[in-house]
């Protein structure tokens, strides 16, 4: 779990990067999810909340979300 203290101490380029890896372990989580394969449900909440923070603080910058 990322702070959004963190997050605002980063550029809009390594947020963007960060937002895309969340987005890919997201997909990939629910793909595990649907095949039966994952294990801690807890991470798909957590990840969805990280992809909220992240666009946070995108739209607080001035970057595109």
Known sequence: MMKASELRAKQVEELK???MDLHR???SL???KATGQLSHFHRIRAVRRDIARVNMVLAEKGGKV
């Open 17 to 19: 990067s960060t937002l």
């Open 25 to 27: 372990e997201a997909f």
């Open 30 to 32: 629910r793909m595990q």
